[in-house]
């Protein structure tokens, strides 16, 4: 089963890009490629997805590299409300379905 | 309205009781799931449940069981709670498995503490 990495921590400033990095460089050609987040004190939250092409939505973009061995997620404009735990998720087959498993994530920390 | 709706929200009981979690989804999904959340911030599935079928059964003791009665609800009952179980119980849905590109939405949550 693919796995992935991606930093502990980030910090932006708010207004400002973040970039979140995520290494998946055991990923499958059918692998489809999740971000969640995880705000404080509530349940995680559905960002975006995507397989191979880029894909944008109203809350953020999804870079995939072009042997989508990693990807990026890439928020506009941080506000302080993006301070999450972001997950970089790849579906595991179970043989009757498949699953997500959240690992660790990164932290981000947005500031004034 | 609340798309994935847990109740109750908090829940805090004694050693040996048996408590039920009631989840109810209103996206018109067929797929639902149970993860739990302990006090590390690790977050796991336990159950998932697509057409009332249960599909996904991992690791967790026999304590635990899900009944779906509709595919809008999905209900968590635990029998002789015990320490351990105290964490965050988080119910969510999704059209089908995020292995065919489906996304999941989660509910609020459900804070169990046994003492």
């Known amino acids: 089963d693919a796995k992935t990495t991606q930093p502990n921590s980030m910090e932006s400033n708010e207004e400002e890009p973040v970039h979140l990095p995520c290494n998946h460089s055991t990923i499958s050609g059918t692998d489809y490629i999740h971000w969640y987040r995880q705000l404080p004190s509530q349940g995680p939250e559905y960002v975006i997805h995507?397989?191979?092409s880029n894909v944008n939505n109203r809350m953020a973009s999804l870079a995939i590299a072009e042997d989508r061995k990693s990807s990026t997620l890439i928020l506009h404009r941080a506000t302080l409300r993006d301070a999450a735990v972001y997950y970089c998720i790849l579906p595991i087959d179970t043989g009757t379905a498949s699953k997500l498993t959240f690992g660790t994530g990164t932290r981000l920390q947005v500031t004034l | 309205d609340t798309a994935v709706s847990q109740t109750p929200k908090y829940l805090v009981t004694q050693m040996g009781n048996d408590k039920s979690i009631k989840c109810e989804q209103n996206?018109?999904?067929?797929?639902m799931y149970w993860y739990k959340q302990d006090s590390k911030k690790f977050l796991k599935i336990m159950f998932s449940y697509n057409n009332k079928e249960l599909i996904i059964n991992e690791t967790v003791p026999n304590r635990f069981s899900p009944k779906s009665p509709d595919k809008a609800h999905l209900n968590l009952h635990i029998n002789s709670l015990e320490l351990g179980d105290s964490a965050v119980y988080f119910c969510?849905?999704?059209?089908?498995?995020?292995?065919?590109?489906?996304?999941?939405?989660f509910g609020p949550g459900t804070r169990l503490t046994v003492t």
């Open positions: 995507g397989l191979t």
């Open positions: 969510a849905s999704s059209h089908a498995f995020p292995g065919q590109g489906y996304e999941q939405y």
């Open positions: 996206l018109g999904h067929d797929t």
